[in-house]
């Protein structure tokens, strides 16, 4: 078995040699033997400096969350106003967010339009082009799966926030009405009582008509305290089922926004899988007329041979 020799040296020094063929300089030709060593990294095309761009600002928003999740959920900690205004800027940060991967996905319709009409020029490579365009579908959906999984931690933050909000706004107990006292029915004690009765009650027919007065404009007051007491509760409930809606409304639109992206997905892979019927029925038709030529030049080979044989069999005669 012959043994394998390491001929690195040897590419060096050729190298080397036709370097200083070409009048290179000792400063050149030290560059270029360090490029041997240390090689300097591939530029990075616009797509993937915008992509990581993405990753950094979902990250932000990620460590912006971590930050202040304590005070979002603590009601004690801060006011509902800096609460809101936290809020605000998750909004704007997953706005952003959005706006930057829906930039990528436009760019990536971009060029594969521009790959179709430069494959029909004949001008690049099919798989290659394919390759990078299925790679960049993935970055996409990587990013957008990124996006999802923090907006989703806030979204747990927020159901948390509504819940103790629910909890604090919960109808109260209606207030229970005081049992009305009834006069009880006169005893015997009473009846020997009576003659001092009648003194008295002619004190009490001057007073009789304030009495009246003030037991009427207790019933009122009683009547319209009961009224406001109802009309709190009646509000009371409208707030809460008004704070459960807000929150369904948002975890309704979360779920839409995802399915949005799945739907978007899957049209690329149909529009994917569109072109390559399209290609493959090209390929047919292409395959197709290569085997009716082919066809033909056998039938006109086969008549131009027995021609021949037939010719120099009657030349030999």
């Keep these: 078995m012959s043994r394998v020799r390491d001929r690195t040296e040897d590419f060096k020094e050729s190298v080397r040699v036709a370097a200083l063929s070409h009048g290179y300089t000792e400063s050149q030709l030290a560059a270029l033997m360090s490029s041997f060593i240390i090689r300097k990294p591939s530029p990075k095309s616009p797509f993937t400096n915008a992509a990581i761009k993405t990753l950094e600002s979902i990250r932000e928003l990620e460590k912006f969350i971590v930050k202040h999740r304590r005070d979002y959920v603590d009601m004690h900690r801060t006011t509902e106003q800096e609460r809101d205004n936290i809020e605000h800027e998750v909004g704007i940060f997953v706005k952003a967010c959005k706006e930057q991967i829906d930039i990528l996905k436009n760019r990536i319709l971009e060029d594969e339009r521009n790959r179709r009409a430069n494959t029909w020029l004949g001008t690049r490579d099919e798989t290659s082009r394919l390759d990078l365009i299925a790679h960049q579908h993935g970055v996409v959906l990587i990013l957008s ?173």
């Design 145 to 317: 799966e990124r996006l999802h999984s923090v907006t989703a931690q806030f979204d747990r933050l927020r159901s948390l926030r509504f819940q103790e909000a629910i909890n604090r706004v919960m109808p109260r107990k209606k207030i229970k009405k005081k049992p009305e006292i009834k006069p009880t029915e006169p005893s015997k004690s009473n009846l020997v009582l009576k003659s001092d009765v009648s003194k008295v009650e002619d004190r009490e027919v001057s007073t009789a008509p304030l009495r009246v007065q003030e037991q009427l404009l207790d019933d009122e007051t009683r009547a319209l305290q009961m009224e406001l007491t109802n009309l709190l509760d009646t509000v009371q409930e409208t707030e809460t089922k008004m704070i459960e809606m807000s929150a369904l409304n948002h975890l309704m639109s979360t779920h839409v926004l995802q399915q949005a992206q799945q739907i978007q997905y899957l049209y690329d892979q149909a529009v994917e899988a569109t072109n390559n019927v399209e290609r493959g029925n090209k390929e047919l038709s292409q395959a197709i007329q290569r085997n009716n030529s082919s066809r033909t030049f056998l039938l006109l080979f086969f008549f131009v041979l027995t021609f021949s044989v037939l010719f120099l069999d009657w030349y030999k005669n």
